[in-house]
């Protein structure tokens, strides 16, 4: 059975499992700081879990709760489990807590970039054309584009514009 464990400090072993995943999974320019990753998990409408199977740690959530929609900023399956059916299994439950759903995904230039968003798409998520950066989590590189996926609808503009306005002045707040 997926059970989650949210995690309230950047330390002990829990924290370590997600941390280690988090650097692997993502690349450098998709991670926060420490001290951003301090100020996050001390956010009221932010949640970093770690997720298990029985025993087995099985992968990492991190999302936020904004009035009528969540937004998933980083989901990841340990490596060695992959293709057994976590991430989807993971996804729905992320899912049944907010039927309104957005995150992003790199742009399509990858096969891994059509493979995720095959992914998304196979668990109800519709590409929107919005054109879309993400605000840089590092101050030495610019904004990056990403695509903005939403579950299980395609965004209105005024929709965007508050996801926009969230991601800039809340979740990437300093």
Request: hydrophobic letters at 35%; zero cysteines; aromatic letters at 12%.
């Amino acid at each position: 059975m997926l059970t989650s464990e949210k995690l309230t400090h950047a330390e002990g072993e829990r924290f370590s499992l997600v941390d280690n995943l988090y650097s692997h999974a993502f690349p450098w320019h998709e991670q926060r700081e420490d001290v951003a990753k301090r100020q996050a998990l001390a956010h009221p409408d932010y949640a970093l879990e770690a997720w298990y199977d029985g025993d087995i740690f099985v992968g990492l959530s991190g999302t936020w709760r904004f009035g009528d929609y969540g937004y998933i900023e980083h989901l990841a399956i340990d490596d060695s489990l992959r293709g057994q059916g976590y991430g989807k299994r993971l996804l729905a439950r992320l899912l049944a807590r907010n039927p309104r759903t957005l995150l992003e995904i790199d742009p399509l230039t990858t096969d891994i970039a059509h493979k995720r968003l095959r992914f998304y798409q196979s668990m109800g998520f519709v590409a929107n054309d919005y054109a879309h950066t993400h605000p840089s989590y590092h101050d030495s590189i610019a904004d990056h584009e990403l695509i903005v996926l939403s579950y299980p609808q395609p965004l209105a503009e005024e929709a965007y514009q508050r996801f926009r306005k969230d991601l800039h002045q809340v979740v990437m707040a300093e």
